[in-house]
């Protein structure tokens, strides 16, 4: 059985970092891609970045870009998402998911493509 689990959420105010780690379990990961979505109270879950395990490819949401870098780790089977001058408007659960899909030049946005989801982490993100 595929497990995601996520780490590294915290409350922090605007402008700082925080880096979300999310590890993989139970399966193989060579052809798979990884990604992030985030769910805020009241909101559906939106894509953040996602990351294809074999090409290496990333693909991130435009309110995102710039500011959060997806990376993977293949030896450790671990995806980080490093986030850079947050807004209170990043405040959300986060959740990290696995698409084995296969070998994607571009990983998928949709969250339906996903198989696998992890619990979520919580970031806020103060004014």
């Known amino acids: 059985q595929v497990q995601l689990v996520e780490s590294g959420g915290g409350l922090v105010q605007a402008g700082d970092s925080l880096r979300l780690s999310c590890a993989a379990s139970?399966?193989?990961?060579?052809?798979?891609?990884m990604g992030w979505f985030r769910q805020a109270p009241g909101k559906e879950r939106e894509f953040v970045a996602a990351?294809?395990?074999?090409?290496?490819?990333?693909y991130y949401a435009f309110s995102v870009r710039g500011r959060f870098t997806i990376s993977k780790d293949n030896a450790k089977n671990t995806v980080t998402l490093q986030m850079d001058s947050l807004k209170p408007e990043d405040t959300a659960v986060y959740f990290c998911?696995?698409?084995?899909?296969?070998?994607?030049?571009?990983?998928?946005?949709?969250?339906?493509?996903?198989?696998?989801w992890g619990q979520g982490t919580q970031v806020t993100v103060s004014s």
């Open positions: 990351i294809s395990f074999s090409s290496g490819e990333t």
């Open positions: 139970g399966g193989t990961f060579s052809s798979v891609a």
């Open positions: 998911a696995v698409d084995y899909g296969g070998d994607y030049l571009i990983p998928p946005s949709l969250a339906y493509e996903y198989d696998y």
